[in-house]
């Protein structure tokens, strides 16, 4: 649930907790608005990530993942190799994530190739477990949603 921005404002002078879920166990808003603000931080990074290619970067030559189009002509052979190239990739560069997992999953969306599954715990107080969903294009595209 995103809030609108005004009520943002007013929570960050609200310090107090809101009851919240079944058993109204009282959370603070605060931390769940920072939360989903890092959920979407990390949705966006993770999408900049597995778009960026290999050697894109003299400063970091092995941020981003392999040129796609080899992994797309040799499927599905290149599967396996792929999905452990992204979860290397995003375990080596997205440090808010911890116990990252990469897995295959059939796409029926057109103009789709490659769907993916990326869960992972948020390395925070909570601790929560977090899904991504990852779409990779035939022109070489990616679209990372909440799943």
Do not use: W
């Given at each position: 649930?995103?809030?609108?921005?005004?009520?943002?404002?007013?929570?960050?002078?609200?310090?107090?907790?809101?009851?919240?879920?079944?058993?109204?166990?009282?959370?603070?808003?605060?931390?769940?608005?920072?939360?989903?603000?890092?959920?979407?931080?990390?949705?966006?990074?993770?999408?900049?990530?597995?778009?960026?290619?290999?050697g894109?970067?003299?400063?970091?030559?092995?941020?981003?993942?392999?040129?796609?189009?080899?992994?797309?002509?040799?499927?599905?052979?290149?599967?396996?190799?792929?999905?452990?190239?992204i979860?290397?990739?995003?375990?080596?560069?997205?440090p808010?994530?911890?116990?990252?997992?990469?897995?295959?999953?059939?796409?029926?969306?057109?103009?789709?190739?490659?769907?993916?599954?990326?869960?992972?715990?948020?390395?925070?107080?909570?601790?929560?477990?977090?899904?991504?969903?990852?779409?990779?294009?035939?022109?070489?595209?990616?679209?990372?949603?909440?799943?």
């Amino acid at each position: 649930m995103l809030l609108k921005f005004f009520e943002k404002l007013i929570l960050k002078d609200l310090g107090s907790p809101f009851p919240i879920g079944r058993r109204g166990s009282p959370i603070d808003r605060r931390i769940l608005i920072r939360q989903e603000e890092m959920i979407e931080d990390i949705r966006s990074h993770l999408n900049f990530l597995l778009l960026c290619r290999q050697g894109s970067h003299k400063h970091l030559p092995d941020y981003g993942l392999p040129d796609i189009t080899q992994v797309y002509q040799n499927l599905p052979d290149s599967i396996n190799d792929f999905i452990k190239a992204i979860q290397t990739t995003i375990t080596r560069y997205e440090p808010r994530l911890n116990d990252v997992t990469v897995q295959f999953k059939p796409e029926t969306e057109e103009d789709c190739v490659i769907s993916v599954q990326i869960l992972g715990k948020l390395v925070s107080d909570c601790a929560n477990d977090v899904q991504f969903r990852g779409l990779f294009t035939s022109g070489g595209g990616v679209n990372i949603r909440n799943a």
